[in-house]
């Protein structure tokens, strides 16, 4: 028997791949690596990760803690939550998530 919610999430994450490695040549998609999980995309040189979500009910705080959580895991600077946005089908138009700080630091709007 298979596992829709798991059947939905892989297929969003292969939709998003081919539009990141028009950016990051050698993005891939990570395994799943249980608590100690990295994020679902490893963009090598870049100081995030990305998580991906494609669910019916946002839980965009808890979400975000997640991917934050996996950064440091990763050992990179931010996380960032892309996630599935209703009546949407291209990759481009889905929503990305980040913490406001994150958002100023990268920015370089903020103090070292």
């Known amino acids: 028997m298979s596992n829709p919610p798991k059947v939905k999430g892989t297929a969003f994450e292969s939709s998003l791949l081919p539009l990141i490695r028009e950016y990051h040549p050698y993005a891939e998609r990570r395994a799943l690596t249980g608590a100690k999980d990295k994020g679902d995309f490893f ?5 995030f990760i990305l998580e991906a979500k494609c669910v019916r009910t946002m839980s965009l705080g808890s979400w975000l ?7 440091i895991n990763a050992e990179v600077g931010y996380g960032i939550v892309v996630h599935k946005r209703k009546g949407k089908t291209d990759p481009a138009e889905q929503f990305a998530t980040m913490r406001f700080k994150s958002l100023l630091d990268i920015l370089g709007y903020l103090p070292p």
């Open 43 to 47: 963009l090598p040189g870049a100081d």
């Open 65 to 71: 803690d997640e991917a934050v959580r996996e950064a």
